[in-house]
């Protein structure tokens, strides 16, 4: 198993986030993060304006392996409540009721359901994605590269906010805050390095 505890740990969110690593073995891999190395990262669009933001505490579970993706699996908890847009009124009502409810639901869980090789270096993950309770499934497309026993790891996937209910009572019109939100996962991942007999 692969786990990532970025700087805060409390977990949440979106996305966004993540799938990937592999190895030239026969069963699936398990991964460690380098959470220095590591990001979640999202683009949404405020009165027509972008804006981008992160989350800076999250954890994963990783086991992953080309030549096993039957067996392969990704779990990323996400700590809505370490969003961070560089905007602290942005970011106290990302955290609030009408938006994410963090006090109420204070993660999102990404969890792959299966993975398909599209190319040589690129695959994509079918998941569900749970924010405030509600799971939709997502396609998150990624670009890995191994190198011993280093693995790198890039995707992006577009969702819309209001399919997970973010954005309740008049944030439901997306005329302010636009609807699609695109969350970006950059990860680096080591594999352990086996026991001492």
Known sequence: MFQMKRKMLPALAIATTIAGFSGAALAADQWVVDANESEIEFTGTQLGAAFEGKFESFE?????????????SVEVLIDIASVNTSNGDRDSQIV?????????WPTAKFATKSFSEVAPGKYEAV????????TREVTLPFDLEIEGNKAE???TVTINR??????QGQWQDTSQVGDAVTIKIEIEAMRPKPARA
């Open 60 to 72: 994963a579970d990783i086991v992953f392996s080309p030549d096993d993706l039957a067996g392969s």
């Open 127 to 134: 998941a569900d994605l749970t924010i405030r309770d509600v």
């Open 162 to 167: 209001t399919d997970f209910g973010v954005g």
């Open 96 to 104: 609030s009721p009408d938006w994410f409810d963090a006090a109420q």
């Open 153 to 155: 790891a890039e995707g």
